[in-house]
């Protein structure tokens, strides 16, 4: 198994469709193979069927991150094409009765576990994609999926290409650190051009002492895709809906838990609900400091928003808890803190990163690894880390192909949007986040079946790997071993026992926040609103602790409604079992093996292969609770 060969520059387009029509040509074969009788055996089919699952898995992998990544507009609007390809075949192909009766005619008792898991999760697809209606049903929710495929491409290229900006004079730049003043030029007019990309946003909204110019910032980040994506999402919504009740679900929040740990549609509410409820103490005690110290400076306001909660933090935790952000980010040079992250992750995981150097990459910032575990090469990982023009502007781990066991070797990208300089801790938390991501889908690519490969897992546990890793960038001996300031000297401990400690101030309505964009989740999709502003201004009074910023529309720009749906509340779900999974480690010695290792091949490793509650069972040897987050969220 070697990895895949990418191709020079000038190449890289026809590269990437000849990479989607292999896939497509593959997938097409085996349903050729299929219904023509080749398969003897129940395996048999199983394989052919993986073999053509694989080919579209690698297609739409490639066209999904090189249409988000790749400097070449030709490239994107490629990987776009090869994104619509692959969703229109598969479309097809999950609505296709005679495929579906190859399946259902397949004897199961013949089948070891993992074979009959892949048949059972098939068969449930096929069903779930209307296969068994009649032939206008079929049509129509032929059509529905190819629009949605449309209206989700546009969706994200709205927000990918909406690259808001303003002017200012410099002197109104008060509060900002040297190096991101340093790195902002003063132009022919005498200002400085801000834009509302991560690397500006987010230092802006925390530091910048002019309210003003905070104001406008958070007016610029809070309308991108604005309006386009406001038509765009209501279609999304009702197309949705549409779907879900032709093949037999209430609601399309029924369709989409039904294949998730939460398992029904009206749970979602019920555990937003939870959470708001357990948060509410700690968050309206820390959000009454955060209002004091407002009123200090703006006397008679009653209450605060987004133009000033973020500042106000930081300057609580800077006043309150002898935290400096800037200080703190003298700590955090970006080069150290990559190199730690794989340091620290070798450590915990037994792995090995072995720069690859003899590849032609499709930026010079991108680095590529091969990864080692006792000697044998696990999968590629590519690290592509810092803002450019028109590529994601998030943070997330794309796949470039899924491992299986003898056939092909598992590789990531990750994407991310942070500066080239020193970093703030917060974005060290999310590359050690994202990160997590990456190993898991390089240790769950040894699996058998392309289906259970990488983070193929329920939807609303695969952050949970990722939030535990969370915890080993808070710790201060893990962050000494890479963490040093301009003269080499470590970050003291003390210093990170107060940033834990600043940390968790916020913690109550930090959660309640992530409730209301999980109740816009869930309402978006089950009241379908006439109007999203309205409706977010509603379900931000009810759950946010922060008031709603006049004249903005915040949903336009919300990507998750596109990725997850009616599901954002995954992430707190996750939260949950990751606080419950890291009650096995011992704080004291965060990387032993016994435990570190016994995670890694319990619960990551096996990918897909088996439910994620039956993973954390065995690594925990009991059934997960809510007992480790509720105590940590309370206090």
């Known amino acids: 198994m070697t990895p895949v060969v990418l191709p020079a520059a000038a190449d890289f387009a026809d590269w990437l469709d000849q990479r989607c029509e292999t896939g497509l040509r593959a997938a097409r074969a085996a349903v050729d193979r299929l219904k ?15 073999e053509g699952q694989t080919g579209m898995s690698n297609a739409i992998a490639c066209g999904s991150v090189f249409s988000e990544v790749h400097p070449d507009e030709a490239v994107r609007a490629r990987g776009d094409a090869a994104v619509q390809e692959v969703h229109k075949l598969d479309t097809e192909l999950q609505l296709d009765r005679e495929l579906y009766d190859v399946f259902a005619a397949l004897d199961a008792s013949t089948l070891d576990q993992s074979a009959a898991r892949l048949l059972e999760k098939t068969l449930r697809d096929f069903r779930r994609s209307g296969v068994d209606r009649d032939d206008a049903t079929r049509a129509r929710i032929k059509e529905i999926n190819e629009q949605l495929t449309t209206v989700g491409l546009q969706f994200r290229q709205n927000l990918r290409d909406d690259k808001r900006s303003f002017r200012i004079s410099p002197d109104r730049l008060t509060g900002m650190p040297q190096d991101w003043l340093d790195s902002h030029e003063v132009d022919d007019d005498g200002l400085v051009t801000l834009t509302s990309e991560y690397p500006d946003a987010i230092p802006v909204r925390t530091f910048c002492t002019d309210r003003e110019v905070r104001a406008q910032m958070v007016e610029a980040f809070l309308n991108i895709g604005w309006p386009s994506n406001d038509a765009l999402l209501k279609e999304m919504f009702e197309l949705r809906e549409e779907l879900a009740k032709l093949v037999g679900y209430d609601t399309w929040a029924d369709y989409d838990a039904d294949v998730k740990m939460i398992g029904k549609g009206p749970a979602i509410p019920e555990f937003i609900d939870r959470i708001a409820e357990v948060a509410q103490s700690s968050g309206e005690r820390d959000r009454a400091v955060l209002l004091a110290r407002l009123r200090q400076d703006h006397p008679g306001e009653d209450s605060i928003g987004g133009v000033d909660y973020p500042f106000y933090e930081e300057l609580v935790r800077k006043e309150q808890y002898d935290v400096d952000a800037q200080v703190v980010r003298t700590y955090f040079d970006f080069q150290a803190v990559r190199a730690g992250l794989l340091d620290v992750t070798g450590r915990l995981f037994d792995l090995s990163y072995a720069p690859v150097t003899d590849v032609e990459l499709w930026h010079p910032d991108v680095t590529a690894y091969d990864v080692e575990l006792a ?3 696990l999968g590629r990982i590519f690290l592509d880390l810092h803002p450019r023009e028109n590529k994601y502007n998030h943070a997330a781990q794309f ?6 066991a003898g056939r092909q070797l598992p590789e990531g990208i990750l994407v991310c949007n942070f500066p080239k300089g020193l970093m703030e801790h917060d974005d060290v938390v999310t590359l050690f986040h ?3 991501h990456l190993v898991h889908h390089i240790l769950a690519g040894r ?10 897992t329920e939807w609303d546990f695969v952050e949970a790997p990722s939030q535990l890793l969370e915890e080993w960038a808070w710790d201060a001996g893990v962050l000494q071993t890479f963490a040093r300031n301009a003269e080499g000297e470590p970050i003291p401990a003390d ?13 109550g309505y930090h959660a309640r926040t992530q409730m209301f964009y999980a109740a816009m989740s869930y309402w978006f999709h089950t009241d379908r609103p006439s109007d999203l502003t309205a409706a977010t201004i509603s379900l931000q009074d009810k759950y946010s602790m922060f008031s709603y910023v006049p004249g903005t529309h915040m949903s336009a720009g919300f990507g998750h409604l596109e990725g997850y749906s009616s599901g954002y509340y995954t992430y707190m779900w996750s939260l949950v079992i990751a606080k419950d999974l890291f009650s096995a480690f011992d704080p004291e010695d965060l990387f032993a093996p016994e435990v570190a290792h016994r995670y890694r091949d319990l619960v990551l490793a096996p990918g897909g292969t088996r439910d994620a509650a039956d993973l954390v069972e065995d690594f925990l040897g009991r059934p997960y609770t809510f007992d480790a987050y509720a105590a940590w969220l309370a206090r």
């Open 36 to 50: 023509g009788g080749e398969a003897t055996s129940a395996i048999e089919a199983l394989r052919i069927w993986d």
């Open 399 to 404: 796949t470039l192909t899924d491992g299986i």
């Open 447 to 456: 699996v058998d079946w392309s289906r259970f490969s990488g983070v193929a």
């Open 434 to 436: 994202e990160f997590g």
């Open 495 to 507: 210093l990170v026992a107060a940033m834990k400690r600043a940390d968790d101030f916020g913690k």
């Open 375 to 377: 000697g044998e090469t």
